[in-house]
Nanobody, 117 residues
Framework: VQLVESGGGLVQAGGSLRLSCAAS????????MGWYRQAPGKQRELVEQ???????NYADSVKGRFSISRDTNKNTVSLQMNSLKPEDTAVYYC????????????WGQGTQVTVSS
């Protein structure tokens, strides 16, 4: 199983970035997918997730600014991040999981997003 994130980097406040996650080694279409982030000294937190049926759930802090999407043909999940704020600075992780099935999650290695003020 592999989840490979890309698209992170340094951006000024107010700017945009698009993260992508390429998945392989499992049946992508039956897994829910999500993006989590972890800032220095803080716990990892959910950013946004999308179910196998394309239902989405997101953190209040990113409402109206971030948008998750998935492409079942390409086995990818993306996170479009607009109106970035310095507090969005974190390592962003892609995750695949089956709801209600313990230990079914797979994680990527993470990609750094830094937003300068």
């Amino acid at each position: 199983v592999q989840l490979v994130e890309s698209g992170g980097g340094l951006v000024q406040a107010g700017g945009s970035l698009r993260l992508s996650c390429a998945a392989s080694g499992f049946v992508f279409m039956i897994y829910d997918m999500g993006w989590y982030r972890q800032a220095p000294g803080k716990q990892r937190e959910l950013v946004e997730q999308i179910s196998s049926k394309n239902r989405t759930n997101y953190a209040d802090s990113v409402k109206g600014r971030f948008s998750i999407s998935r492409d079942t043909n390409k086995n990818t999940v993306s996170l479009q991040m607009n109106s970035l704020k310095p507090e969005d600075t974190a390592v962003y992780y892609c995750v695949a999981f089956r709801p209600l099935i313990p230990d079914s999650d797979y994680w990527g290695q993470g990609t750094q997003v830094t937003v300068s003020s």
